[in-house]
């Protein structure tokens, strides 16, 4: 029975455990990953946090969707952890400027001018205006639709102009 218990206990200290390596990822942004071995499957823990990409067997990309910390466990094809990343996604701050008003809070992406921008943790009534003004831009860019022609007038262009 000893050796039983040995045995077992030997195992599990000899086995060789992937470490967990840290990754960071800045909020709406990619970053590139690469395995020196080819990978098979690929788990992400929380997919609302970051996501991956695949470019081919040993190269990636991660996505940082929202701010936090998760896991993302790449597999070879025997079934064996190759990596187990935590990645830990940032919310941007370079030429962001964030405003409280009281509890309510608005971020802005500024470089000539400050623009508010979609940032998860900002008032539900200022995400959900910028919001329909995003989804209403895409979707006059998905029909084709755009801004109506000028006619006539100094500027119109046209071989008079």
């Known amino acids: 029975m000893r050796s039983l218990i040995f045995g077992l206990a030997l195992a599990t200290f000899t086995a ?4 967990a390596q840290q990754v960071w990822v800045t909020m709406d942004q990619v970053r590139s990953y690469s395995t020196d071995k080819a990978a098979s499957s690929i788990i992400v823990g929380n997919p609302g946090i970051a996501d991956i990409a695949v470019q081919d067997k040993n190269n990636f990309l991660l996505f940082g969707k929202a701010p936090g ?53 900002d008032n539900t009534a200022g995400f959900a205006n910028v919001n329909n003004q995003v989804q209403s831009k895409l979707t006059q860019q998905s029909s084709g639709s755009s801004a109506p022609e000028i006619q006539g007038g100094p500027n119109a262009g046209g071989p008079d102009n």
């Open 16 to 19: 060789a455990p992937v470490s």
């Open 69 to 121: 910390l998760t896991n993302i466990i790449i597999i070879n094809e025997e079934g064996k952890t190759i990596e187990n990343l935590q990645v830990r996604v940032n919310p941007p701050s370079s030429g962001m400027l964030v405003a409280h008003r009281g509890s309510n809070r608005t971020t802005y992406n500024c470089t000539f001018h400050c623009e508010a921008t979609l940032t998860i943790g």
